[in-house]
């Protein structure tokens, strides 16, 4: 379920980011009254919001250092070894291997 909703969040925030984008750069896209597309001035208020939103969101990105990476790739081979038959997790490791070569 948790990764269904983080899909659906990073689909949702890569939708409306160009539009924050532009708000913060002082011009945003409406529609008009017949559907048609216009371009329209964002207030200085509405400005700020989505800069404040941006920088929000750019920093809210997880960074994760080298030593934790290691911690969970040696995790990650536990978990496969513990799970699969010695042939298969050597199989499986020896593919995952070749992509970090």
């Known amino acids: ?7 659906q969040a990073m689909h949702f925030v890569a939708e409306r980011l160009p539009l924050l984008a532009h708000a913060a750069d ?20 509405e400005r700020n919001a989505a800069m404040k939103l ?3 969101i750019a920093n809210s990105q997880r960074k994760i ?3 934790e990476v290691r911690k ?13 038959p010695p ?11 070749e992509v970090w070569k």
Do not use: C, H, N
């Open 26 to 45: 002082g011009v945003v896209v409406e529609f008009g009254e017949k559907g048609e597309l216009k371009l329209a001035s964002p207030t200085q208020g």
């Open 54 to 56: 941006l920088w929000e």
């Open 65 to 67: 250092s080298l030593t």
């Open 1 to 7: 379920m948790r990764a269904v909703v983080q899909k």
């Open 87 to 97: 042939e298969q997790a050597d199989l499986v490791l020896a593919k995952l291997a």
């Open 72 to 84: 969970r790739l040696v995790a990650q081979v536990a978990a496969i070894r513990e799970t699969l």
